[in-house]
C-alpha cells in the first residue's frame, strides 16, 4: 500500500469574485444571519435562540410558494456545467490543469471518500433536544448512493471536464430542484421586480428578461491539478471575518422528501414548534445533519463561504430560515474545525488520485465513472465505462442512446483504505476521532480487478452499481423511502 500525502495539495484563487455580481438577501432577512436559531415566519419574525424580532418586509405574506407552472423557467438562468463553461475551460489552461470540475461534480464524490476514510463515522446530533438521543444517528440510505461523473475530455486542450451524471431517468425530485431556482431568486429580488420578471400572471408581453440574466459570480480555485468552479450564491456585509458570502438552500419537509412524486399530498404538512420529534423544525435538522449537511460543508470550503442559508418549506409555503456557519457544520460533522478541515484535504488527494489514475488508464477518452461505497470492507469500487459516442451533458436526463451500456469497454478498480491515528490502525466499526497533534496516516491502494473478474461477472456488478445511484431509466432500484 502506499502512504497518502499528509500536506494539503497545493492551492491558488485563480480569479476573485466579483462581490458585486453577488446578490443580497431582501425583505429584511439580513438579520437571520447574524442571530442564531430557526426564525420562525410569523409577526414578528421570531428567533428560536434569542429574543430578537423584527418585522419582515412581506415574507410573512409571501408564505405562499409559486408553483413551477406559475413561474418563466425562461427567465432563469440554466446550470452551466463544468464542459460547458468556457471561462473555466480558459482558466483550466491558463493554469496548467488537467481537470475542471465544479461543486456539484465534486462534492458526492467527496462525500463518499469521507465516509471511507472516516469508517462511516456519524453526525453528532447532541445539539438536538432529549426527544434525539436515542434515536438513530447514522447516515441516510442516500447517502451511500452510488455517484456517477463523467469525464469528459477536450482534445483541444489535452484536459478533462468533470461533469455530475444527470442520468435518463425523469427525476423523481424535479420539483425540489425547480423550486429551488424559484426560491432562491425570491429571496434576493424584491417583490415587484420578482413578480414582474418571473411570474407569469405578472408579466405583460414583451417583458424582457431580467437585467443581468445569465450573469454569475464564481469563486475560482486552483487545487493540485484540478480546477474547481463554486457559484456564490448571496452575501451580507455584517458576517464576522473576510469570508462575506454564503449559499442558498431550499429544505423541504419529510413527506416530501420521502415522496417528491406525490409531493402535493404531503403539502399538509406544517412545521408547527421549534422542538420534537414530528413537525418540527428540528426533526428537519435532525434529517439535514444525516443526510445533506456533509455536502454543505464541502460546497462552502471549496467557495471559501461563511455557511449557508436555509429555508424550510412544504413546496406550497415557507415555514421559517435558518443560517449555519461552516462552524456550526463542523461540530455537527467532525466534531471539530480542525478535523473538519483535515478530511477535506486528505479527500481532495484522495479525489485527484482517482482522477489522475482514470486519465492514464483511459487516456484521451471518455469515461463515465461510477463510486459505489462499500462499508463493510472500507473502500470505494470504480467503475469506469469507456463513452464512444457522448453527447453531452443535458438538463432534466437524457436519450436512451447515451444510457450506461455494460457493453461498452468496462474497468473495475478497487481503491481501499487502512488509516491509522497514533500509529493505532482503525478497524471493525471504530468512527475516526481526531486532535490537534495526534497523528493521521492513510495508506491506500487502487487496484484494478478486471483481469481478475469474468466479463459477465462485471457486467453484473455494474448494473448493481447504476441500480443504487437510481438515476437511469435502464437500471431502476426496488421503490423504497428516501430522505
Known sequence: MHLLPPAPLPECVVEPPDLDLVPSLKHDLSATITTPGVHRISAPLISSRSKHEHEPKYIKDARHIHQPDEIAMEHIPPFITSSNDPLLRQYCVEHQCKFRASTSSTTGALSLIYLMLSNYRPPHMECLSADFQNM???WTKTMTKSTVLML???????????????????????????LGKTLERMLTMEREEFEKTLVRAHITEGTPRPEGWGVEAYNFWKKGSILLRSQLDCKDESLPGTRK????KTRATVGVRINPE????AQKQQLQSIKGVKNSFEREFYDLGRSALLKYSFQVRIGNMHGVFVAYHN???????????????????????????EMFERGMRVYEL???????????????????????????EVFLETVP?????TEGGKEAEDEPNPSNELSKLVLSVRVFVN????????PLELSPGDKLDIYYQLEDMTPKLEKAMLKEEYAAALKNNGNYAGFQPKLGRRQ
Do not use: C
Open 354 to 380: 482517482l482522477l489522475e489514475h482514470v486519465a492514464l488508464l483511459k487516456p484521451a477518452r471518455t469515461t463515465r465513472m461510477t463510486l459505489q461505497p462499500n462499508r463493510n470492507k472500507q473502500l470505494l
Open 262 to 265: 406525490g409531493y402535493k399530498s
Open 136 to 138: 438513530r444517528d447514522q
Open 389 to 393: 459516442n457522448d453527447s453531452g451533458w
Open 152 to 178: 469528459r475530455y477536450d482534445a483541444e486542450t489535452d484536459t478533462y471536464a468533470v461533469d455530475s451524471e444527470s442520468g435518463s431517468a425523469q427525476p423523481g425530485n424535479q420539483i425540489l430542484l425547480t
Open 423 to 430: 500509529n493505532n490502525r482503525l478497524s471493525g466499526r471504530t
Open 245 to 248: 458570502t454564503f449559499d442558498l
Open 315 to 341: 413546496t406550497k409555503e415557507l415555514f421559517g430560515f435558518e443560517y449555519i456557519s461552516l462552524e456550526e457544520m463542523d461540530r455537527i460533522l467532525f466534531g471539530s474545525s480542525f478535523l473538519g478541515q
